[in-house]
């Protein structure tokens, strides 16, 4: 029986086979054979029609598996919000420990930009008033010597405005307080004095490049002898620093600064023309001597009469140009040889040149000391001068000047 039912199996194996084998046949042939395939009894029930249902199982299966994990992830999310929302509320729970810190450093921030600005808005406030309003009070001096404002300019010369406050302040200071030597009527017209004081400012300027221009300058040593040679004068520092407080309102280093520099600079510059004879102002000027000095020569020619019309000298135009007895050591080595050599009478007959220009020397009268032998000349000159304020103005002349502060 075992071996019956075993060969009986075998069979049906077999069967089976061969169904499949002839499946596969016929898929690979035409429509029609498939036709005929389909219609012969041995396809009521192919196995090999479980294949395409395993297939849609399977697809089925792949897409509920998609699905399924799709829903997986979606339902995975709340527990990732979960996560960031836990670490949210543990950086909440520790910010109020950082607040106080960062409340003060926003505060102590604000309080700066106020600062800031408020300064900023004053400066632009005051910068306005200066240019504009012609401010000098003390706070503008202060804002334009900061900020290294500039009062205008002489060519390519620039005038600092803290400089021109300052001696606005000094001039002003001079009128309100009636100090010897100051007009208070000139406080009628204020932006004269302005002018004025702009206008030295870019000649002293216009001086200091001249002698750079000519290699020349005015050292500290020479500004210390000068110095001492006015306080020997005045008897004393103490009283050369109240001197300099009563009449310009200034300590000795301001004088110094302000007032010696300036005149010993414009000096220099007279020494620099003088010694120039290609300069125009330095042949003028040695011409008109000439005509002079060929009147002086004709003994006809009353010198006195000469010296009021043509003498350069204020000192000299209405006194005859008389300068009074001199002796040995009393004039510059240029006229000394010249004028200690002369008879009562005589007029040296070539030109004496000095730093401030040309000389016509004549002796009146002449006498010698009996106690100590030493010879004296009184002595009348006519003075023509290479003249450095005229050379300043020719300058200042050919300069563009903008005055940036000039009141309206």
């Keep these: 029986m075992a071996s019956a039912k075993l060969t009986t199996e075998r069979k049906e194996e077999l069967k089976k086979y061969i169904l ?9 042939a035409g429509s029609k054979s498939r036709k ?16 395409p249902a395993l297939s849609r199982v399977n697809s089925r299966t792949l897409k509920t598996t998609s699905v399924d994990q799709s829903k997986s992830k979606v339902k995975s999310a709340p527990r990732i919000k979960t996560i960031n929302q836990t670490q949210t509320e543990v950086l909440a729970d520790q910010a109020p420990n950082k607040q ?15 600062i800031l600005l408020t300064l900023l808005l004053l400066l ?15 706070f503008s001096y202060r804002v334009a010597q900061f900020l290294r404002l500039p009062a205008g300019q002489a060519g390519d010369i620039t005038i600092s405005a803290a400089d021109y ?36 400012l870019a000649m002293i300027a ?3 490049k001249e002698l750079e221009k000519n290699n020349r300058s005015i050292t500290v ?83 006195a009469v000469l010296a009021e019309q043509y003498t350069e000298d204020e000192a000299g135009i209405n006194t005859g140009g008389d300068l009074g007895w001199i002796s040995n050591g009393e004039l510059s080595a240029e006229m000394e040889s010249a004028v200690l050599g002369l008879d009562k009478g005589e007029v040296y007959p070539e030109l004496i040149k000095n730093h401030f220009g040309y000389h016509i020397v004549k002796a009146t009268d002449r006498a010698i000391d009996p106690d100590t032998g030493q010879t004296s000349v009184k002595v009348s000159h006519i003075l023509i001068k290479v003249d450095v304020n005229e050379y300043i103005k020719q300058l200042m002349d050919n300069l563009k000047i903008k005055n940036y502060l000039k009141s309206n």
Excluded at 243 to 257: A, G, I, K, P, V
């Design 20 to 28: 499949e084998e002839i499946e596969k046949n016929d898929s690979t």
């Design 36 to 51: 005929k395939t389909r219609s012969a009894p041995i396809s009521k029930k192919p196995p090999t029609e479980k294949k």
């Design 100 to 114: 106080p810190q960062q409340g003060w450093a926003g505060l102590f921030v604000r309080l700066l930009v106020f």
């Design 124 to 138: 632009v406030i005051d910068i306005f008033g200066l240019y504009r309003l012609g401010w000098t009070d003390d």
């Design 165 to 200: 406050i300052d001696d606005v302040q000094i001039i002003k200071s001079a009128l309100v307080t009636n100090r010897e030597g100051f007009n208070a009527e000139i406080l009628q017209d204020v932006s004269e004095i302005e002018d004025k004081i702009f206008n030295r």
């Design 206 to 208: 216009l001086i200091e």
């Design 221 to 303: 040593e020479q500004l210390d002898q000068e110095m001492a040679k006015i306080i020997d004068q005045v008897g004393g520092l103490e009283a050369a620093e109240n001197t300099t407080q009563e009449l310009y309102q200034m300590s000795l280093n301001d004088f110094r600064r302000k007032v010696l520099r300036p005149l010993m600079a414009k000096d220099v510059l007279q020494e620099i023309i003088v010694a120039n004879e290609d300069l125009a102002i330095n042949q003028q000027a040695k011409e008109r001597a000439q005509v002079a000095l060929n009147l002086a020569l004709d003994k006809t020619v009353d010198f």
